[in-house]
């Protein structure tokens, strides 16, 4: 199944996205530096990652908890 279709499938790809985009974007931020277009969703992506970083790890973890034990 899609992860379009699958919504547990679909956070846990958001959240992947958010946490890799923030991850990149401290590592080399020139890649990451436009903020329009198609790389404008991966700018705003790291921003979140930025900006929300307690609620995205706490997103993070309650993800693994799931996939681990359910």
Not at 29 to 52: C, D, H, N, Q, Y
């Amino acid at each position: 199944m899609s992860a379009l279709f699958d919504f547990k499938a679909f956070l846990t790809v958001v959240l992947l996205t958010i946490c890799t985009c923030t991850f990149v974007k401290l590592k080399t931020p020139s890649i990451l530096s436009e903020r329009t277009g198609f790389r404008g969703l991966f700018w705003k992506a790291a921003r979140i990652g930025e900006r929300l970083s307690p609620w995205v790890a706490l997103g993070c973890f309650a993800m693994g908890f799931t996939i681990l034990f359910t």
